[in-house]
Every structure is written in C-alpha cells, then in structure tokens.
C-alpha cells in the first residue's frame, strides 16, 4: 500500500517562511505528477503547485514567485517553500501523487492527509 505522509505545517507570523515536504512511501514503480493542492476554510480544493516526472513546475497565480515546488526523485519527495506569507495562504496543505505500483499498471491517484499552514500574527 503507498501513502504520502506531509510535514512541516505550523503557525507562521505574516510575512514569514515555511517549508512543506511530502515523503511517498511503500510499493512504488514510478511517480508521475507530485502536487500541492490548499483547502481553506470554506473554500474548495485548489492546486497550488505542481511538479511532472521530467521536472516541469507550475504555479497557481495566488503563489506564483513566493512559493517554490521542487522534488527529490530518488527520495520520493515533494517539496514546497513557501515565503511572504499573508493570511490568505491560511489552509489544509495536501500532497498529491500518481504513482504506478508496478511496471504495466496505470497511474493510481495519492492524497495526503494534509497539514495545516496557519498564518497569524
């Protein structure tokens, strides 16, 4: 069975830094996107950041020169750097992966169980 386990959330003042990673572990073949999606409260799922194989990124508008996806292949790992934070990047932070489990088999989607990014002063 393959989970990805977040860590890094917390509480972080306005304007400050946090650094998120998510670990993919268990039966795993390939990775193919690995992703950071952010819910907040009220508000529906939205991809944040995303990050191919071939080491392609992207970025939603809210976040885009602030935050920073990166990856670790070898690891399994996704990353997401996170500065200048507002108030508004308030939220569940959630890892998304499509993983293969064996050579042949389709891409499965992974979620996370999420970590919480509180941003206050």
């Known amino acids: 069975q393959v989970q990805l386990v977040e860590s890094g959330g917390g509480l972080v003042q306005p304007g400050g830094s946090l650094s998120l990673s998510c670990a993919a572990s268990?039966?795993?073949?390939?990775?193919?996107?690995m992703d950071w999606y952010r819910q907040a409260p009220g508000k529906s799922r939205e991809l944040v950041a995303g990050s191919s194989s071939g080491g392609r990124t992207s970025y939603s508008d809210s976040v885009k020169g602030r935050f920073t996806i990166s990856r670790d292949n070898a690891k399994n790992t996704v990353y997401l750097q996170m500065r200048s934070l507002t108030p508004e990047d308030t939220a569940v932070y959630y890892c998304?992966?499509?993983?293969?489990?064996?050579?042949?088999?389709?891409?499965?989607?992974?979620w996370g169980q999420g970590t919480l990014v509180s941003v206050s002063s």
């Open positions: 268990g039966s795993i073949f390939s990775i193919n996107v």
């Open positions: 998304y992966a499509e993983i293969r489990w064996t050579a042949g088999e389709v891409y499965h989607g992974v």
